[in-house]
């Protein structure tokens, strides 16, 4: 399959409008808006992970915004497996594919390739994911040291996340992680081709974004949403679960937390996310990419 070559990939933190920008340029261009964020991927988390609207969706096509059970681990590998899916249907007869997100990792793999690893079977996963919680990071970052040494060399002990990721792939295939890392397939994306945009808006102007939108979240149903999540029971380590306002809104349902202090809390963390969100893409996206302050200011023509 040939890699896309007129593809536009819209990256930005959280409520910096690269949801809109991707809505014009579709509507101008009959394109489809694909994607690239790893929380808007979940379903029952409309509002909170401030997918598009049901209007806007109506306006142009919308791909992979809700298409996960908050009860599934999605992966970047599952999302280029969708996205490959997805040029061999609608995308084959040309339609231009509009990729918007904040999930860096989604851009680099779209357009450098993903590293191929194995199938983790669903037993292996839960397993080392209960005994992360039961254990702490560092005592599987202890165990991952005995296994493989230099892989546990490479990782935080507190990185709980990467360290089963590592120990799942080394029970799955019997092989370090780093070997799998070693062989990259072929970009889906011709990063040549593209047209590359990366939002940087003005910090405290984003802050001001950041809170009001989360005002407005609670008067959409963010609150239900976040309630409907809780009452699935699910473990608290999957990524839905640690979604920002989860546990911040599950305080105010609980009567733990104020309005005031339940959105001061999230204002908070989704800042410092914001801040992680630019950082990433100020270091590890090129000089390629189109930088711009504000949303509304970028001109396709």
Request: net charge neutral; proline share 5%; glycine share 8%.
């Amino acid at each position: 399959m040939e890699p896309l070559k007129d593809a536009v990939l819209i990256a930005g933190p959280t409520a910096s409008g690269k949801s809109a920008l991707a809505l014009r340029l579709a509507r101008e261009t009959d394109g489809i808006v694909v994607n690239a964020d790893s929380m808007q991927v979940y379903a029952v988390l409309d509002r909170l992970t401030a997918r598009p609207t049901a209007e806007e969706m109506h306006q142009a096509p919308h791909r992979f915004y809700g298409h996960v059970p908050p009860s599934t681990a999605y992966s970047t590998g599952r999302w280029l497996a969708d996205v490959a899916a997805l040029m061999r249907g609608e995308l084959a007869g040309g339609r231009r594919a509009i990729f918007v997100g904040g999930t860096g990792l989604y851009f680099t793999a779209l357009t450098e390739g993903l590293s191929e690893m194995p199938d983790i079977p669903s037993e292996v996963r839960t397993r080392w994911r209960q005994r992360l919680a039961a254990e702490g990071a560092p005592a599987l970052h202890r165990l991952l040291a005995e296994r493989d040494a230099d892989g546990a060399a490479r990782l935080k002990p507190a990185d709980g996340q990467r360290i089963v990721r590592a120990l799942e792939v080394l029970e799955a295939s019997g092989r370090p992680i780093d070997d799998w890392r070693g062989a990259r397939a072929t970009p889906l994306v011709d990063a040549g081709a593209a047209t590359k945009i990366v939002i940087e808006p003005d910090r405290a102007e984003l802050a001001r974004r950041i809170e009001l939108r989360l005002r407005r979240m609670i008067e959409e149903g963010a609150l239900d949403e976040v309630e409907a999540l809780l009452a699935l029971r699910l473990d608290p380590q999957l990524p839905a679960m640690k979604a920002i306002g989860v546990r911040e809104f599950a305080g105010l349902l609980a009567g733990t937390a104020s309005r005031e202090a339940a959105i001061e809390a999230a204002a908070a963390a989704t800042r410092r996310y914001a801040k992680r969100q630019a950082t990433w893409f100020r270091h590890q996206l090129g000089h390629d990419w189109t930088r711009v302050v504000n949303f509304d200011e970028f001109d396709f023509n």
